[in-house]
Each structure stands twice: as C-alpha cells, then as structure tokens.
C-alpha cells in the first residue's frame, strides 16, 4: 500500500498550481493570448496544458500549502510576475495601436472607429489593419515560441517563492512607455509627414483659388493617398516591429533579474 506524506502532496500540487497561476495571469494580460474574443476557457485550458507541459523544464517548487497566509502572498507574487510580463508585451501592440491612430487623424479617418478585439477599447480603422498586420508579424516570427522559453527562464531567474518584483523593475516597465512612443513615431512618420505636406498643398491651393470647395476634393484625395503611403511605408514596418518585440523581451529578461 502506497503511503505519501502532506508536503509530498503540498508539493505535487505546487509544482502544478504556482506556474498556473503565474502563467494563466500572463495569458490575461498578453495580447492574441488575452483578446476579448478569446473565451475564457480556452485561456485556462491553455495556462493548464503549458503548467503541465513545462514541469520537466521548472526548477523544484517548494512545499507551501496554498491555503496558508504564505501560499496566498506567493499567489498574488505570482500575478504581479505574470502580470508584467503580459502588460510587456501588450505595449508592442500598443505602439501599432498609436501609429495607426496617428495616421487616421492625419487622413481625417479618425472619427471611423470601431472596437478592438485585443483590448475591447474602440479604435480608428486604420489601427486595426497595423494591430492584424502585429498579429501575423508576431506569429511568423515564432513570437508565442519566444514568450514560452521567456516563461522557462522566469521560473529560474525568479522561482516560486516570495520573491516578487521590486520598484527597479517596475520602475523599468514604466519608463520602457517613452519606447513605445517612440516606436509609434518611428512607424507613423512617413505617412504622417506626407501627409503634412499634402495638407499645406491644400492650403496653398485654398489661398490661390478660394472659389474651389477643397473639403469636397481634398477629402477623398487625402485618403486615397493616406492609402496608398500606408502601402508604401509597409516594407519598414517589419523591422520597427521586431526591433521593438526584441526591446520588449530584453526588457522582460531585465525585470526578471536577467543580466
């Protein structure tokens, strides 16, 4: 008759439940993983699976009984690691969110809006086509490859227990935001500063024929051209992109207590 103790027991459902809970609050937080339209069991089946999968590759876990004072402090450490790990990666889509909004209000399509299925937020037209164009950039790119090993090395940089992330590494994710702005910029500016100078041929125009209706003819040229110069500046957008996604898991390898 086979006899196991309660910390064999504590432990087996340690090694199970800790990097659930760590990985199922980065699956909430992560974009693709995290989007609206994604149910919500398929997000906990997933964080499941991968617990499970990944258990040859985990560092041990310690024996803490989950419904201890401890379990529930390494439970809410385990969110907050989780957590930012998601809302780091969430930001490289961010930045296509914001240059695609950049663009729309240059083109004067920034009142068609409509909901984004990554963050349930509205956003203009052209912001979904960057957001898809991220999706299938991230995936040809083996980037949810990328995040799985990038789980594996947290649970060694940073194993369960209370250790937790401290204000360095908050204060890292806080100031990675003016990289995220600035990468927005980087893609938007070529359409944006065509689009300026389309803008003060208008105007010019508006000065030497005041009799023209520049709204009935500058609108649908601005956007046949905003069209066309997303079209153009698309070739730059892969490597803005994946210089960016690579930012993003240096600077998760950094917070994690990576060198």
Same mark, same amino acid.
Request: charged share 5%; glycine share 10%; no cysteine.
């Given at each position: 008759?086979?006899?196991?103790?309660?910390?064999?027991?504590?432990?087996?459902?340690?090694?199970?439940?800790?990097?659930?809970?760590?990985?199922?609050?980065?699956?909430?937080?992560?974009?693709?993983?995290?989007?609206?339209?994604?149910?919500?069991?398929?997000?906990?089946?997933?964080?499941?699976?991968?617990?499970?999968?990944?258990?040859?590759?985990?560092?041990?876990?310690?024996?803490?009984?989950?419904?201890?004072?401890?379990?529930?402090?390494?439970?809410?450490?385990?969110?907050?690691?989780?957590?930012a790990m998601?809302?780091?990666?969430?930001?490289?889509?961010?930045?296509?969110?914001?240059?695609?909004?950049?663009?729309?209000?240059?083109?004067?399509?920034?009142?068609?809006?409509?909901?984004?299925?990554?963050?349930?937020?509205?956003? $203009?037209?052209? =912001?979904?086509?960057?957001?898809?164009?991220? &999706? +299938?950039? @991230?995936?040809?790119?083996? #980037? %949810?490859?990328?995040?799985?090993?990038?789980?594996?090395?947290s649970f060694?940089?940073?194993p369960v227990?209370?250790?937790?992330?401290?204000?360095?590494?908050?204060?890292?994710?806080?100031?990675?935001?003016?990289?995220?702005?600035?990468?927005?910029?980087?893609?938007?500016?070529?359409?944006?500063?065509?689009?300026?100078?389309?803008?003060?041929?208008?105007?010019?125009?508006?000065?030497?024929?005041?009799?023209?209706?520049?709204?009935?003819?500058?609108?649908?040229?601005?956007?046949?051209?905003?069209?066309?110069?997303?079209?153009?500046?698309?070739?730059?957008?892969? $490597?803005?992109? =994946?210089?960016?996604?690579?930012?993003?898991? &240096? +600077?998760? @390898?950094?917070?994690?207590? #990576? %060198?």
């Amino acid at each position: 008759m086979f006899t196991f103790s309660t910390n064999e027991i504590v432990s087996w459902v340690g090694g199970v439940i800790w990097p659930f809970i760590r990985i199922g609050s980065m699956l909430v937080a992560a974009p693709i993983f995290g989007a609206g339209s994604v149910p919500v069991r398929i997000r906990l089946g997933l964080a499941l699976v991968l617990a499970w999968a990944l258990q040859p590759y985990l560092p041990p876990v310690p024996p803490i009984d989950p419904l201890s004072v401890q379990g529930f402090l390494v439970s809410a450490s385990q969110v907050l690691i989780g957590v930012a790990m998601g809302f780091i990666l969430q930001m490289v889509f961010s930045a296509m969110v914001l240059a695609g909004q950049a663009i729309a209000l240059s083109m004067g399509l920034g009142f068609a809006v409509f909901v984004d299925p990554q963050s349930g937020a509205q956003a $203009p037209t052209v =912001s979904q086509i960057y957001i898809v164009l991220a &999706t +299938l950039l @991230f995936l040809s790119m083996n #980037g %949810h490859l990328m995040l799985i090993d990038m789980l594996v090395q947290s649970f060694k940089l940073m194993p369960v227990g209370l250790l937790t992330l401290g204000n360095s590494a908050l204060w890292k994710i806080v100031t990675w935001g003016g990289t995220m702005y600035a990468a927005a910029l980087l893609v938007a500016l070529p359409a944006v500063a065509s689009l300026m100078l389309v803008n003060i041929a208008f105007g010019v125009i508006t000065r030497a024929a005041p009799q023209l209706n520049i709204f009935a003819v500058g609108f649908p040229l601005t956007l046949i051209l905003g069209f066309g110069l997303i079209m153009i500046s698309l070739p730059t957008l892969l $490597p803005r992109f =994946s210089t960016l996604m690579n930012q993003s898991f &240096t +600077l998760m @390898f950094g917070v994690l207590g #990576g %060198h």
